[in-house]
């Protein structure tokens, strides 16, 4: 099963930037649609973005859409998320997952108990 480690997270002003990666290992990573999901404290785990294992097919949250972007390098087995515009809302701990074949919607309902996650970085916008 492949493992994640997320990175990239940390404190930036409404408005501001960030790129969080997720580094895979132990697995073929080309094999994989991966996913990006949030938790705010207090609130339910939510879907952000899906990118399919060739990085043509993509999906997003309408919440994100137009101010995130889903990319993926398979020959460094990572995985991105470029954040623009961030508000306070998108305050969250970011997690990155990845299951094997699969479509980009279906990871967008990913129980917590299926697939491979990582643990997670913190981003955290200021208004």
């Known amino acids: 099963q492949v493992q994640l480690v997320e990175s990239g997270g940390g404190l930036v002003q409404a408005g501001g930037s960030l790129r969080l990666s997720c580094a895979a290992s132990?697995?073929?990573?080309?094999?994989?649609?991966m996913g990006w999901f949030r938790q705010a404290p207090g609130k339910e785990r939510e879907f952000v973005a899906a990118i399919g294992w060739s990085g043509s097919s993509k999906y997003y949250a309408d919440s994100v859409k137009g101010r995130f972007t889903i990319s993926r390098d398979n020959a460094k087995n990572t995985v991105y998320l470029q954040m623009n515009s961030l508000k306070p809302e998108d305050t969250a701990v970011y997690y990155c997952?990845?299951?094997?074949?699969?479509?980009?919607?279906?990871?967008?309902?990913?129980?917590?108990?299926?697939?491979?996650w990582g643990q997670g970085t913190q981003v955290t916008v200021s208004s």
């Open positions: 132990g697995g073929t990573f080309s094999r994989y649609t």
């Open positions: 997952a990845a299951r094997a074949l699969i479509t980009t919607q279906a990871m967008g309902v990913l129980p917590p108990n299926a697939g491979s």
